[in-house]
């Protein structure tokens, strides 16, 4: 494509240098130009106004093992592990700074799952996909998706031992039909007035109540903060162990 020239030139020391340039035909930058797009990419986290950032847009080197920008991959939640419904393009420099991160659409890594995220719902911006993980107290927090989530409450249900302990109330938006459908029953509302000590002390006893008979329970969150105007409250919903 090119033709490597090279000349000779003397130094005002009087020694000779050589110099090499690129003589390239008719038509051949335009090749040039077309093969750099190809190569051409553009990082989705970059901060313009941030001024220790690189640049915005970088050029894969196919020829290199590691690339200055690449594709970061992450899951939906209601998903099994794996599936990879979106994608990002990230740069180095705003990987190794956690902006993906810090974006509500970027992804956080889920320990139940072993899988990268979407932290929100992209469809309407409130729904936050990040939860406590079904098994932690409340006195420390392992990330985990609410798909991951769900699945292990459907399956076990709230652990006696969070019951037992008096541990905030745990509970999501589910569907009330699949929950039908796999065997679950709707019981008793809770907080529709307050959220007293004693109410979530009857809310506890309650499930107790319900797991002592031989059932497991999970706490739906309904209508609650989705501005649809409902009640403020959470409705326990149980089926044989």
């Known amino acids: 494509m090119a033709t490597k020239v090279q000349n000779t030139q003397l130094a005002f020391d009087g020694s000779a240098v ?69 994608s990002d393009t990230i740069c180095e420099w705003c990987n190794d700074n956690g902006y993906a991160e810090e974006n509500d659409f970027g992804p956080f890594y889920c320990e139940r799952g072993q899988h990268a995220v979407i932290q929100r719902n992209p469809s309407n911006g409130w729904r936050g996909y990040e939860v406590n993980d079904p098994e932690a107290d409340d006195d420390e927090y392992t990330p985990c998706c609410v798909g991951c989530a769900q699945r292990f409450y459907k399956q076990h249900g709230h652990p006696r031992e969070q019951m037992d302990e008096g541990q905030r109330v745990r509970c999501d938006f589910y569907d009330h039909s699949e929950l039908r459908e796999l065997g679950w029953t709707e019981g008793q509302a809770f907080f529709r007035n307050s959220r007293s000590a004693d109410e979530l002390e009857e809310y506890h006893d309650y499930c ?25 409250d959470v409705t326990v919903w149980f089926k044989p162990s």
């Open 18 to 86: 050589t110099r090499s340039r690129f003589r390239f035909a008719p038509g051949e930058y335009d090749e040039l130009r077309e093969l750099a797009a190809e190569h051409r990419v553009e990082c989705d986290f970059h901060y313009n106004d941030d001024p220790h950032a690189g640049a915005r847009v970088l050029y894969l080197r196919p020829e290199r093992e590691r690339q200055p920008i690449f594709k970061l991959v992450y899951d939906d939640p209601w998903d099994e592990p794996g599936n990879g419904r979106y």
């Open 208 to 232: 107790l109540a319900l797991i002592g008979d031989g059932n497991i329970v999970l706490t739906d969150q309904g209508t609650t903060g989705i501005g649809m105007g409902g009640p403020d």
